[in-house]
């Protein structure tokens, strides 16, 4: 599973989507998408917007989490 960390990262530094967007260079709507998780793939672009504005790897914001069923079958192998 993918684990999104933007609203964590966003609530360390006390800000919003709102200013996110307009800071970043992004719309409210990707910026709301990403925030929110409701999207299906990702834009490179606004992830790089993103991730300059926050000082921020991909790997900070988009995180691997192995949920049980995938360690199950990744130790089947």
Avoid at 12 to 23: Q, T
Avoid at 37 to 57: I, M, P, Y
């Amino acid at each position: 599973m993918i684990e999104n960390r933007l609203s964590e990262i966003l609530g360390r530094r006390r800000m919003n989507v709102s200013e996110l967007a307009r800071r970043a260079g992004i719309s409210r709507s990707a910026a709301h998408k990403l925030y929110h998780d409701t999207g299906v793939s990702f834009d490179r672009e606004v992830l790089a917007k993103v991730c300059g504005f926050l000082g921020v790897q991909v790997s900070d914001l988009l995180v691997y989490v192995p949920t049980d069923r995938q360690e199950d079958h990744n130790r089947r192998g």
